[in-house]
């Protein structure tokens, strides 16, 4: 078997005597889609921020392609190609969609200690950045305050935000939450077309998109994996019937 | 020799320690709950003084003066209040340090105004005067003692309040999770006033207290409001205890660097360099301090908000 | 504390236009003033009174580089203007008027101060930031203090301007107008392609969001940290100007409370638009000068003494006054020509 893409080994977070994640081990291989899904409180978004460095882990490692990343700081993470978006939206609103995302090409094309050419006239962060909205489908709306784009456009501008950085892996916080039936048909469309260009983790509630899209899938309970398979694996898994799905159909 | 003066420069550290502590308190309270940048405190404790040198003007007497001095003191800080610092609460920090700026203006040139730009004295109570012998052969005042005393007492009963009565178990609350507070169903508001009204009469006791000794002049508030923010932010901003110990260290650090530091560098240095370089060290330790406790502990010694 | 300020994305269409003349006038109106002060009949009065403005408006202006685009409130930028000051002091008494030594000499010494206390002061957040730059601003305050050799407490007056290659072009009040004129215009421009650079670019994605910032691979430190380098040399060298003016320095250049009035200055012009700031200053300064002959004239049905009463204590009516702008004139003055363009 190849090396995998990400690695968790056993990683736990804790406020004091709350356990949020449990010795989650998780190995994702290369150019798939790897949803994790489970109940509201499960420790999803949590399990995101230690994988992306903005909390740090009680214990375990992150191995990102062979190197361990557990200590780095997030902006090293992301120099190292480990993308991610944010469940709540987390954007520049004052910027335009264009300079959102030209602000993340910038971070990986040269310096940014430059302090005399106007940077929104840069024409190679500019096209590059365009073309990450056009892959979004945002590149209509190019010009238009990030703050004045509708909440799905907003989800959109996230992805497009995630993909300038040119990632190896893309750590998605439920890019479908709140978005309305056309927006999320695009967003599903947009993520098929990436998964061949590379490895992506997805949190999301939406059953019909995880179990479209995903190679695999993960189920966390109370913090803990209770069963990593494939999307038939899991539909079948009882124990995952019992501890999750319960009553829903999928 | 040395060690008579260390000590006696330990007593007036302690001292000023606990008037900063006075200060202090309803500075980390009301920074603590409220989220509230208030650079007038420094000036209450100015319009403490001035009214006790008011009061015992016109009463003759440290007693009556210091009880009509604490509620006025008390209804000047709830008049600011509800004029200037109850429309800051949900502005930001540069906003509310920019209107509290324009108070210490106002209230520094008030005070020119009503009793003129001359410095006022107040004399100590006949019963406090003069020194007593705590050592052999060394005097020291009366007056100064009965600050500590004031100010230890004074902590004491705040630790009480604070810890044992349901405003301070607010308060407390308060102050590591407001929203949480008032989710409660607790009138944010009028907790909010109260801290308020009673920071601000703690200020304005502690300008009661040393009007006797230092000279009641405008802008005397001004250096030790900035000597009161090191102090809660080397304590950790909203933690009483954490204001009593930091004011205690400011305090015995000022006191106790400024008369020492010169001998102290006399080791390292040659006699006219050490006094020299001494003297230009001394008031900056504080502030060394500060930086120094801060590059560890970011959030000061005892952070209150989690 | 990153609400008011305006985006800079270059998307705003006719304010864009009418922000590019507000500057314009600015600097035509400064280079218009001498020439109407010879006629004013107090052309030294006029000629100081401007020099004024422009020194602090390039003080402000540096501060709104790291407040007004990196949302940090820093309260102890007198710091450096007491660095400037007491570098060209120190050095004209030590016998060295050459201002292109004093510059440099002012300018490393802001750096090195800036490069130090900002290291410190920004693994601070909020609250504590505002603190730890106070308390830094004080430590230089009672350093000068401390300083017996060149006044003390008391200051000192500094033995002659600074020259220029030697020559003492600058003792004619007119020369050193346009002298601060051109440090006042050279550093607009500066700072006017810094905001729109890569990095400053970078500092004003830090003040809306540094953790997205973060998420796309930029660590705010390290921009932050050179914002407050760079705004801290330009007010050192704001320090050097102003000590050529008054030719008097003191530790009164850097207490807590100038600190606090740079910062009114930018916020009452309006926050992250560079010449909002000079306008700020120029407001504040005007404001402080007239205020009390304003007094004088209101005051006119008042009893004599009561009216000189008055006028001694116009603090107590400017006190009032900026808290009456901090609840109700948001956005400053470059706020209250954008409401007037829309409405």
Redesign the interface.
């Known amino acids: 078997m190849a090396e995998p893409m990400l690695e968790l080994r056993h990683l736990k977070k804790a406020y004091g005597a709350l356990v949020v994640t449990d010795d989650v081990s998780l190995s994702v291989q290369k150019g798939t889609l790897h949803a994790i899904i489970g109940p509201n409180g499960a420790g999803k978004t949590t399990l995101i921020h230690q994988m992306s460095g903005l909390l740090p882990s009680g214990s375990g490692e992150v191995v990102l392609d062979g190197d361990t990343i557990t200590r780095l700081p997030m902006h090293e993470r992301v120099r190292r190609g480990l993308a991610r978006s944010f469940q709540i939206t987390s954007i520049l609103p004052g910027f335009s969609a264009l300079e959102n995302v030209a602000m993340a090409v910038q971070a990986r094309s040269g310096s940014s200690f430059r302090f005399f050419a106007n940077a929104s006239r840069e024409q190679a962060l500019n096209e590059e950045a365009t073309s990450c909205l056009t892959t979004v489908g945002l590149g209509e709306r190019a010009g238009v305050p990030a703050g004045l784009l509708s909440h799905g456009e907003k989800r959109q501008l996230e992805l497009a935000i995630a993909l300038a950085t040119r990632p190896k892996v893309l750590l998605l916080d439920e890019p479908l939450a709140g978005t309305g039936h056309d927006d999320s048909q695009r967003v599903v469309e947009t993520l098929r077309s990436l998964k061949e260009r590379m490895t992506i983790i997805l949190i999301e509630h939406d059953m019909d998109a995880v179990f479209s899209l995903a190679d695999r899938v993960s189920v966390l309970v109370y913090g803990r994996v209770i069963a990593t398979d494939t999307p038939a694996g899991i539909r079948a898994n009882p124990e995952v019937r019992a501890a999750y799905l319960g009553d829903e159909v999928i | 020799m040395t060690a008579t003066l260390l000590f006696v420069q330990s007593l007036n550290g302690l001292q000023f320690g606990l008037i900063l502590f006075l200060i202090a308190a309803g500075l980390t309270l009301v920074?603590g709950v409220m989220?509230f940048?208030n650079?007038a405190h420094g000036v209450q404790y100015m319009v403490g003084a001035y009214l006790m040198a008011a009061f015992s003007a016109w009463t003759g007497n440290f007693g009556w003066a210091l009880l009509l001095a604490l509620p006025s003191a008390l209804a000047v800080g709830l008049v600011l209040e509800a004029l200037?610092f109850r429309?800051?609460y949900d502005?930001?920090?540069?906003?509310q340090?920019?209107?509290t700026?324009?108070?210490?203006?106002?209230?520094?040139?008030?005070v020119?105004?009503v009793w003129g730009a001359a410095p006022l004295n107040v004399p100590a109570p006949g019963w406090l005067a003069g020194s007593v012998e705590i050592a052999d052969g060394l005097l020291y005042p009366v007056y100064r003692l009965a600050i500590i005393a004031a100010g230890l007492l004074v902590a004491a009963m705040l630790y009480l309040i604070v810890n044992h009565t349901r405003v301070g178990m607010l308060v407390r609350a308060g102050a590591s999770n407001a929203p949480m507070v008032s989710a409660l169903g607790v009138n944010i508001r009028r907790l909010f006033m109260i801290v308020f009204g009673f920071g601000a009469m703690l200020a304005g006791f502690a300008g009661a207290m040393v009007a006797p000794i230092l000279s009641v002049e405008p802008g005397m508030g001004?250096n030790i409001l900035?000597l009161a923010?090191?102090v809660i932010?080397i304590g950790g901003?909203g933690s009483i205890r954490g204001a009593f110990v930091a004011a205690l260290l400011v305090g015995l650090v000022d006191t106790v660097g400024r008369s020492f530091a010169p001998n102290l560098l006399r080791l390292l240095l040659d006699p006219a360099t050490a006094s020299?370089a001494g003297?230009?060290l001394?008031?900056?330790l504080i502030?060394?301090f500060?930086?120094a406790i801060?590059?560890f502990r970011?959030?000061?010694l005892f952070p209150a908000k989690r | 504390m990153t609400a008011r300020a305006p985006s800079g994305s270059g998307t705003q269409t006719r304010f864009g236009r009418r922000l590019g003349l507000a500057p314009f006038l600015l600097f035509a109106a400064f280079a218009v003033a001498p020439f109407l002060a010879a006629f004013s009949g107090a052309e030294g009065y006029v000629l100081s009174l401007l020099t004024r403005v422009m020194i602090f408006g390039l003080a402000a202006m540096s501060l709104d580089l790291i407040l007004g685009y990196g949302a940090l409130v820093s309260f102890g930028h007198a710091a450096f203007l007491g660095i400037g000051a007491y570098a060209v002091g120190i050095l004209a008494s030590q016998g060295s008027a050459e201002i292109l030594i004093q510059v440099p000499v002012a300018l490393a010494a802001s750096a090195l101060f800036a490069l130090v206390t900002g290291a410190i002061s920004l693994r601070t957040k909020g609250v504590y930031f505002i603190m730890i730059t106070l308390a830094f601003g004080q430590m230089l305050f009672f350093l000068a203090t401390s300083l017996a050799a060149y006044g003390g407490d008391d200051g000192m007056t500094v033995p002659e301007r600074s020259r220029l290659f030697g020559s003492r072009l600058l003792e004619s009040d007119l020369a050193f107008y346009w002298a601060c004129f051109l440090c006042l215009l050279a550093l607009y421009g500066l700072l006017r392609a810094i905001v729109g650079s890569r990095f400053g670019r970078v500092l004003r994605g830090t003040r809306e969001n540094p953790v997205r910032m973060e998420s796309i691979g930029y660590h705010p430190f390290r921009y932050q940290l050179a914002a407050y380098v760079i705004s801290g040399m330009m007010a050192g060298l704001a320090g050097c100007l102003m000590a050529n003016q008054t030719e008097f320095i003191s530790p009164a250049y850097m207490t807590w409370q100038r600190s606090g009035e740079l910062i009114f200055m930018v916020v009452l012009g309006g926050l992250g638009s560079l010449h909002g700031a000079i306008i700020g200053a120029a407001a504040f300064l005007l404001l402080e000068e007239f205020l009390p002959e304003f007094l004088h004239a209101a005051g006119f049905l008042l009893q004599d003494d009561m009216r000189t009463r008055l006028v001694e204590n116009w603090k107590m009516i400017f006190g009032p006054l900026l808290i009456l702008i901090v609840l109700f004139a948001r956005g400053g003055i470059m706020g209250l020509l954008r409401r007037g363009d829309h409405g």
């Open positions: 920074f989220d940048i650079l200037v429309h800051l502005r930001d920090h540069l906003d340090v920019l209107a700026f324009g108070v210490i203006l106002f209230l520094n040139q008030g020119k105004f001004d900035i923010f090191v932010v901003i020299q003297r230009a001394a008031p900056m502030y060394i500060m930086a801060l590059f970011p959030s000061g």
